[in-house]
């Protein structure tokens, strides 16, 4: 789901840094609300920031290949509102180290990962509703959320690809392009909802709290 | 995974010497002004620039070869749809399909512009370490929160990427060959057991570090002081994305 360099025009790259801007400030700015001190929490962010990073490493198969997981639904359930700096740093770790994602991008491709991250996040803390008692109100809420925050990035992606190309496509082959990449990512969507929700679950039994890092 | 390029580029080369600041602002300037460009007559000299600064670093073709594979099968694709998919100006037909002219532009302007691209950014990540790079971006104005995210997580992947490849070789031990979609349970698992590991670790390496001051003070980045010629090169390579930003503008 990353955009790399020289694809979109350098306008939609640099709005997209200038989003990715406002939207990490946004983030921290909340951290800094919700925490009395907001350093105590950057290690417990980094490591499982770096657990991500390693986690999307991870080949999961789906005969006759295998796909990579990209976890944006998981980190925002179990990072709230530090999802969005997390999916910068590990988005400039796979720059800096496997030169994937694009320089250019790197704004845009926070966005179309972090954002919808953060929506999950949001979705998930909805488990209030039921005093994060039941297992299947989380199940069903980690599914979605995980869910709609692969398709959200993969239609966002799509439709960035398919409008900014530097040739005119045509409205059936718009379409048409639009269509195949969310249909596409459907699989993926399907298997994040799944191990997210089976994650959830196992963290339910050995470690809850890691459930509820920001009401800490 | 990036130990062995810092050795193969340490070396007397000016491009590892540049500071980081201005080698950052420096390459990035230069890569800006490639996807600025839209015009084929540019390509040329944008590929001449871009190959110019690879081969200057002495990296090797091959890490080239070897790191572009992965994200060049997307460049691929793009290859195999747009000059069928996109224009309208029909140069040839295969059977049911039309190549157009536009479509096929479209493909050498992202092709040319991504491995250009890509060139400067294998150069600019090979030579500098992620703590460097967190340091300077700091005192570039990148918030402190985010600076000590970087520096701590890159102090966490290597010893997260050891401990996942010993579950591996330990649930591999017990049979598990992790190649049907029943794997998915113990994959998440796998992946449960190092969060839970992991902030279990992070507590104590919280405690620890309280304990030896952190939190109390601002933490402190060290970064090189430049000199004339990080300077110089540094408007050298602004005046490259210069030139091709207003050679994009002006004349075509």
């Not at chain 2, 800006?32 to 000299?45: E, G, K, Q, T, V």
């Not at chain 2, 080239?64 to 309208?88: Q, T």
């Not at chain 2, 049979?175 to 992946?191: E, P």
Request: some cysteine; charged content about 15%; glycine content about 8%.
């Amino acid at each position: 789901m990353h955009i790399p360099d020289g694809i979109i025009p350098v306008s939609v790259a640099l709005g997209g840094y200038a989003a990715a801007g406002g939207m990490t400030w946004l983030s921290l700015a909340t951290i800094k609300k919700k925490f009395k001190n907001p350093r105590e929490i950057i290690p417990r962010a980094s490591l499982l920031t770096a657990v991500f990073f390693i986690a999307a490493l991870i080949h999961i198969p789906v005969p006759p290949t295998s796909v990579h997981l990209i976890l944006s639904g998981l980190v925002g359930v179990i990072l709230g509102w530090f999802a969005f700096p997390a999916i910068l740093v590990g988005l400039f770790f796979q720059a800096v180290m496997f030169q994937h994602g694009g320089l250019t991008t790197l704004g845009v491709n926070a966005c179309l990962m972090g954002i919808p991250a953060l929506l999950a996040g949001a979705l998930f803390r909805l488990r209030a509703l039921s005093g994060a008692k039941s297992r299947v109100f989380d199940a069903v809420l980690a599914f979605t959320g995980s869910f709609l925050a692969i398709a959200a990035g993969a239609f966002i992606a799509a439709m960035l690809l398919t409008y900014t190309v530097p040739a005119p496509l045509g409205a059936a082959a718009e379409r048409t392009a639009i269509i195949s990449l969310g249909v596409a990512h459907l699989p993926v969507a399907l298997l994040e909802g799944v191990f997210t929700v089976l994650l959830v679950l196992f963290l339910w039994r050995v470690k809850p709290e890691l459930l509820e890092m920001e009401e800490k | 995974m990036i130990a062995p390029v810092m050795k193969m580029t340490k070396s007397a080369n000016p491009l590892y010497r540049w500071e980081t600041r201005h080698k950052l602002i420096g390459l990035l300037a230069i890569v800006f002004s490639f996807a600025f460009i839209r015009d084929p007559l540019l390509l040329p000299p944008m590929l001449a620039v871009a190959l110019a600064v690879y081969l200057y670093s002495r990296l090797p073709l091959t890490y080239y070869w070897s790191r572009v594979r992965l994200p060049g099968i997307f460049l691929l694709v793009l290859a195999l749809i747009l000059p069928f998919g996109a224009g309208s100006t029909i140069l040839a037909r295969l059977g049911p399909l039309e190549m157009k002219l536009e479509g096929l532009q479209a493909v050498l302007l992202i092709s040319v512009k991504f491995l250009s691209i890509y060139a400067l950014m294998l150069v600019l990540f090979a030579g500098t370490p992620p703590y460097k790079l967190a340091g300077s971006l700091r005192k570039m104005g990148l918030p402190a929160l985010l600076t000590e995210m970087i520096v701590f997580t890159d102090r966490y992947i290597y010893q997260l990427a050891g401990d996942l490849r010993r579950t591996q070789v330990a649930a591999g031990l017990r049979g598990f060959s992790g190649r049907s979609l029943t794997a998915l349970k113990t994959l998440a698992y796998i992946v449960g057991t190092l969060l839970v590991r992991s902030h279990d670790q992070s507590e104590r390496v919280f405690q620890a570090m309280t304990l030896r001051g952190y939190g109390r003070e601002q933490a402190v980045f060290n970064v090189d002081q430049p000199v004339f010629g990080d300077r110089l090169a540094l408007a050298f390579a602004l005046l490259v994305a210069l030139t091709f930003i207003l050679l994009q503008h002006i004349f075509f």
